[in-house]
């Protein structure tokens, strides 16, 4: 299994600029997540699925669109960039049962808005 | 809503020395919680979890955590780190239904000196 990825690694954009973050994972989780982490201020929930065409608004979805067309991919969409955005961004995945009680996390991917 | 206090932004410690990160929550319903550690530059690594039962709980690379429900708190201990626990950590709640989304900490970071 590779787990949860997250494409790409890093990324910058300059403020109006639109673009999309990959995630995808091959566990055949229901519920997935996206985070942003900002120093001092820990992960904070963007927005959530918990199964394929079902999705929900977190802490701070501002800026920010999800789909979940299928059950492996969970894509994030800045529409309008700008510089608050940047950030680094974890996707994560969880089960339903079995190991539900453990979060899977990505490896990230660093963001600058400029 | 919950939310969670990592009362320490950092905790320089001597290596062989013990450890204890301090993490309180705040939550109106009964929660999961969890510690996770976060290598730089890598994702988020599960360290250990409290679900119900038993108030102690170990986890990997020695770490054990205690639950004190009188006191809401979760505080992560090591009686002897190595340079290698350097990284920063978090602490995380979530309600057994609902969103069940992790609300995080705002992080600790583990300074180990030789």
């Known amino acids: 299994n590779a787990g949860v990825t997250q494409t790409p690694k890093f990324q910058v954009l300059k403020t109006g600029q639109s673009m999309t973050l990959q995630c995808a994972q091959d566990?055949?989780?229901?519920?997935m997540s996206w985070y942003r982490q900002d120093p001092g201020m820990g992960l904070r929930l963007i927005h959530y699925?918990?199964?394929?065409?079902?999705?929900d608004q977190g802490e701070v979805p501002n800026g920010y669109n999800v789909s979940r067309s299928t059950t492996e991919d969970f894509p994030l969409r800045l529409l309008s960039a700008a510089p608050s955005q940047t950030s680094v961004y974890f996707c994560?995945?969880?089960?339903?049962?079995?190991?539900?009680?453990?979060?899977?996390f990505g490896p990230g991917t660093r963001l600058t808005v400029t | 809503a919950q939310s969670v206090t990592q009362l320490d932004s950092q905790v320089p410690v001597f290596e062989e020395a013990p450890v204890e990160l301090r993490c309180n929550y705040s939550?109106?319903?009964?929660?999961?919680l969890f510690w996770y550690v976060q290598y730089p530059n890598q994702g988020l690594q599960l360290l250990l979890k409290?679900?119900?039962?038993?108030?102690l709980v170990k986890g990997i690379n020695g770490f054990e955590a205690e639950f004190n429900k009188s006191q809401t708190s979760f505080h992560l201990r090591k009686p002897s780190v190595h340079i290698s626990d350097t990284a920063e950590y978090f602490c995380?709640?979530?309600?057994?239904?609902?969103?069940?989304?992790?609300?995080f900490g705002s992080g600790t970071r583990l300074q180990v000196q030789p």
């Open positions: 994560a995945s969880r089960g339903r049962s079995g190991e539900a009680y453990e979060q899977y």
């Open positions: 566990m055949n989780h229901e519920y």
């Open positions: 699925s918990v199964g394929a065409g079902i999705t």
């Open positions: 939550s109106s319903v009964s929660v999961y």
């Open positions: 409290y679900l119900s039962g038993s108030t």
């Open positions: 995380a709640v979530r309600v057994p239904t609902g969103r069940r989304a992790l609300t």
